[in-house]
C-alpha cells in the first residue's frame, strides 16, 4: 500500500469509516437524526485516542479502527441503542470508557509491547515511515477530540451576568 500523501488521509478515512459504520448499523431509517448527532458521535470515536495519548501509547490505523468496531459489534448484539434515541452517543461514549476501564491495562500491555519492538525495528527506514505515520494518525485524532471537548466546554459556560438557581 502506498503511503498517504497526507497525513489526516488516515484520519478521514478512520474517523469517516467509523461514522459510516455507526450510521449504517444503528441510523439506518434516522439519517436527521445522524446529522444531529455526528459532532457527538466523533467526540465518542475520538475519546480513545485521546486515552491511548495520555498514556503515551500509538496503535496502527487498523487496530484502532477494530478496537471501535468490536465495541460497535458488542452494543448491536447485547444493547438496545434505539432505546436512548438522542442519547446514543453519550450511550456509545459510556461503553467505549466502561471498556478502556475494565480492559485498558491489558491494552496498555499489548500496545507497549508492540511499541518497544517497532522501537528497534526503527532503525530500518522501511518502516520508519509506517510507524511515523501511525503516530501522526493518533496525534490528529487527539487533536480533533481536543477541539471538540474545547467547544463542549465552552458551550457549557454561562454568561457572567445570568443568574444561577440556587
Known amino acids: 500500500m502506498p503511503p498517504a500523501a497526507d497525513s489526516s488521509a488516515p484520519l478521514a478515512a478512520t474517523a469517516e469509516e467509523l461514522l459510516l459504520a455507526i450510521r449504517l ?4 431509517t434516522r439519517i436527521a437524526d445522524y446529522h444531529r448527532d455526528r459532532q457527538r458521535l466523533l467526540y465518542a ?3 480513545p485516542a485521546a486515552w491511548l495519548d495520555e498514556r503515551g501509547l500509538t496503535c496502527a490505523p487498523q487496530r484502532y479502527q477494530t478496537l471501535i468496531e468490536e465495541r460497535l459489534q458488542v452494543i448491536a448484539a447485547h444493547g438496545t ?9 453519550t450511550y456509545l461514549l459510556k461503553c467505549l470508557q466502561d471498556f478502556f476501564d475494565r480492559y485498558g491495562d491489558e491494552l496498555y ?17 522501511r518502516f520508519a515511515e509506517r510507524v511515523q505515520r501511525h503516530a501522526r494518525h493518533l496525534d490528529v485524532l487527539v487533536s ?3 477541539l471538540i471537548e474545547h467547544r463542549l466546554a465552552e458551550r457549557k459556560t454561562s454568561a457572567p451576568n445570568q443568574l444561577t438557581l440556587f
Not at 441503542?81 to 452517543?89: E, H, L, N
Request: with cysteine.
Open 25 to 28: 448499523r444503528f441510523y439506518t
Open 45 to 47: 470515536v475520538t475519546w
Open 81 to 89: 441503542p434505539s432505546v436512548y434515541g438522542a442519547y446514543f452517543p
Open 109 to 125: 500491555c499489548e500496545l507497549k509491547h508492540i511499541r518497544n519492538a517497532l522501537d528497534q525495528l526503527l532503525a530500518s527506514a
Open 144 to 146: 480533533t477530540h481536543r
